[in-house]
């Protein structure tokens, strides 16, 4: 019994683990409609109502995020916009990796080093996954980037 409690705890931590990797873009607009739900409950909406000005303010955030990382060319912008993201990401990486490492780490120093490492992780996992909201690249004239251009001397009128 004591080696199925071993093999479901590690399934559930490498479950929780996946988790946080693939919902760590979306920590800007949770935050985002949540303290917009929280904002319209105690100005009395009610419920229902903070509800779905939570889930709207969440996905307008989120829309207005990948649009805007996607239509705006500089570099510089698209790095504040990426770190904009990546921050509230990293912060909650941090706070779930510092509480998993509660089960079985007992130094505290090492605690704060594996969460350090999870935010970092976490933080560069939502960087990296923003450059997915970008389209491939296009040219002037239409066509796809540079390894899409046929070779003139494999065709007849070249």
Request: with cysteine; net charge positive; proline share 5%.
């Amino acid at each position: 019994m004591l080696v199925v409690g071993i093999v479901l705890s590690v399934f559930g931590i490498g479950f929780f683990c996946w988790l946080l990797f693939t919902l760590a873009v979306y920590a800007l607009p949770f935050f985002a409609g949540l303290t917009a739900g929280l904002a319209a409950f105690h100005s009395g909406s009610g419920v229902i109502g903070a509800l779905v000005v939570g889930v709207l303010a969440g996905g307008a955030t989120l829309a207005i995020g990948q649009i805007a990382f996607a239509t705006v060319r500089t570099p510089l912008i698209r790095a504040a916009i990426a770190l904009l993201f990546a921050v509230p990401a990293a912060i909650a990486g941090y706070h779930a990796t510092f509480g998993l490492a509660h089960i079985g780490i007992p130094s505290e120093a090492w605690r704060e080093a594996f969460a350090i490492v999870g935010a970092v992780l976490v933080g560069g996992t939502a960087w990296a996954r923003m450059s997915l909201f970008v389209p491939p690249y296009v040219d002037r004239r239409g066509a796809g980037g540079p390894a899409s251009f046929p070779l003139a001397g494999a065709t007849r009128d070249g």
